[in-house]
């Protein structure tokens, strides 16, 4: 799996395969990539609606791999 962070964006989960995530409050399953919220003001939390863009989200980029 890679994790990227996207500079003045999302946490993006992605994996060779496809992944499941239950969220904890809810029945609602996802399947990846996964899109993360890092603003805070998306409407879809956790996952990123693209607010970020509207209200000027700036932050670093980075990436982390696993093995």
């Not at 994996?15 to 990846?32: C, H, P, R």
């Amino acid at each position: 799996m890679k994790i990227k962070v996207i500079a003045n964006g999302p946490i993006v989960l992605d994996t060779e395969d496809s992944v499941t995530i239950s969220l904890a409050d809810s029945s609602e399953e996802k399947t990846g990539p996964l899109f993360l919220c890092r603003c805070g003001q998306s409407s879809t939390k956790p996952f990123c609606d693209g607010t970020h863009r509207k209200v000027g989200f700036e932050a670093t980029s980075a990436e982390l791999a696993t093995q």
